[in-house]
């Protein structure tokens, strides 16, 4: 064998261990951290984990309530406080936000009482529903919950929350997201 074929039988085999060992090496790079990828999730809002399905069982909802929607849910007392107010009025302007995706998504105010008549006279529009004692609260985050917005999916599991001090562009770029990958 010439000296011209044994260097182009080494580059051949040079050229196969190479096509053959690059996956399993950038594998092992990429698990040891060698070079760190940032695959982090778009959402703005934090995800719900695990998340939960509200049982509406003893609620004055219609029957598959979340079945067509998004949901914007908001949690408090019978009292609607100024939080509350404020709850309420960014789900109500984040939904006026969706523009034509508007009719894909609706809001609903939980209270634990009697729902309070001023926030419902402010805002026709607004579902409301007593729901103390009933299992729908075990969806949510307790004592914590007046302190979110939750984003509710269509086969009503509480999926992301937005905290009442966070910027509430985010929201709707979350429900714009979501339902734009809906749809098709």
Request: negative net charge; charged residues 20%.
């Amino acid at each position: 064998m010439d000296e011209k074929t044994k260097r182009s039988n080494r580059r051949t085999l040079l050229l196969m261990l190479l096509v053959f060992l690059a996956p399993a090496l950038g594998s092992w790079l990429l698990y040891t951290g060698v070079f760190h990828l940032d695959l982090g999730t778009t959402n703005k809002g934090e995800f719900v984990q695990p998340p939960r399905q509200i049982d509406t069982a003893g609620l004055t909802l219609p029957q598959g309530y979340f079945a067509h929607h998004m949901t914007l849910v908001y949690l408090s007392g019978p009292e609607c406080n100024a939080d509350c107010l404020h709850a309420l009025d960014v789900m109500r302007v984040t939904e006026l936000a969706l523009g034509e995706q508007m009719s894909s998504s609706q809001r609903l105010y939980l209270a634990d009482g009697k729902p309070d008549a001023t926030a419902l006279k402010a805002d026709p529009a607004l579902t409301a529903a007593d729901a103390s004692g009933h299992e729908a609260l075990k969806a949510f985050d307790g004592a914590e919950a007046p302190k979110y917005i939750y984003l509710v999916e269509r086969n009503g599991y509480v999926v992301l929350r937005y905290s009442l001090a966070q910027d509430p562009k985010f929201i709707l770029q979350d429900m714009r997201h979501l339902l734009g990958a809906g749809e098709g």
